[in-house]
């Protein structure tokens, strides 16, 4: 990657999605959450409609975003929240949400996620679920609201990452698990390096349309991505104790906290113009060498340039071919 200066803010891992925003105006900017009927989802939802935005919710099931939906209802003084359909793991969902959009679009946020799936499982596609969710279907969902992005002027996609990203390089031979065995963990690993190197994809391909795009981990939170997890997984988390009781660690975060990086990302004037890069609470990360022992940054192999590259076009060819 070309050297860039480390883009450092004075927000910390204990700043909340709403105090981002404090004093941003966002008054007529149109934006999209995937999977914001829940979790870090909500949080982010809420910070941005709360700072003027017209939000909608991209989600499986519409009706799961009620409630979220009547918040904003009658409130002049914030912005607006609708939801509409859409199953990331089936691309006839993403060509009908893409179909049905209409007009400019300022914000992109690829937040809806599955994790650490026990067994291997297809999409409609036949792809490994994981990357089909956590990438595939985010991927093609960017590419059809390109035209969009652009009219907006100055348009951002953010991509929900982890630092389960670290040991777990695509593997571009093998990225369904047809021939190694599967591991709920790699998968998981393998589809979020993939968001990382799709921000860096859409910055160097799109930057010229205005287009950029960041990618973050929003750190521990106890949502219900980790709906997956065995009780032994959790406790060694730090996340429950011996009798199943969840436990919330210094080290994690509310999902207000957890959605701050998004929020940032995604709408304050700080990240203007700036894209291809990755963050983690609401500070731009390291380039360092990924691997089992990494535990910190972002690995060398999810902002490679020429791995973006070829992971565009694997994406590209896989879209074709379904």
Do not use: C
């Amino acid at each position: 990657m070309t050297a860039h200066a480390r883009l450092t803010t004075g927000f910390t891992a204990r700043t909340t999605a709403a105090e981002i925003l404090d004093g941003v105006d966002l008054t007529g900017r149109r934006m999209i959450v995937t999977g914001g009927a829940s979790g870090i989802g909500v949080e982010t939802v809420r910070a941005l409609a709360g700072a003027g935005a017209e939000v909608t919710v991209a989600v499986r099931d519409p009706d799961r975003a009620a409630g979220l939906v009547e918040e904003f209802v009658g409130d002049a003084a914030r912005g607006s929240v609708r939801s509409a359909a859409l199953d990331l793991a089936d691309l006839s969902s993403v060509d009908a949400f893409v179909e049905a959009w209409d007009g400019p679009l300022d914000a992109l946020v690829a937040n809806a996620g599955i994790m650490a799936l026990p067994t291997r499982q297809l999409s409609a596609q036949g792809w490994e679920l994981q990357l089909a969710t956590n990438y595939l279907g985010h991927f093609a969902l960017a590419v059809g609201l390109r035209d969009n992005l652009r009219a907006a002027g100055a348009a951002r996609v953010v991509l929900v990452s982890s630092g389960a990203h670290l040991s777990a390089p695509f593997d571009a031979a093998d990225p369904h698990f047809e021939r190694r065995p599967y591991d709920r963990w790699t998968a998981y690993g393998q589809s979020k390096t993939a968001d990382v190197l799709l921000a860096v994809g859409i910055t160097r391909r799109w930057a010229a349309d205005g287009i950029t795009a960041n990618a973050l981990n929003p750190g521990y939170i106890h949502t219900k991505l980790q709906r997956h997890l065995d009780d032994d997984t959790m406790r060694a988390l730090g996340g429950m104790d011996e009798a199943g009781n969840l436990l919330v660690p210094d080290y994690y975060k509310t999902p207000a906290r957890g959605a701050s990086t998004t929020v940032l990302l995604a709408a304050s004037p700080l990240l203007d113009g700036i894209g291809g890069r990755y963050f983690v609470d609401n500070q731009e990360m390291e380039v360092v060498p990924g691997g089992p022992d990494a535990s910190d940054g972002v690995a060398d192999h999810a902002v490679d340039p020429a791995a973006a590259d070829e992971l565009w076009a694997y994406a590209e060819k896989a879209l074709a071919e379904r």
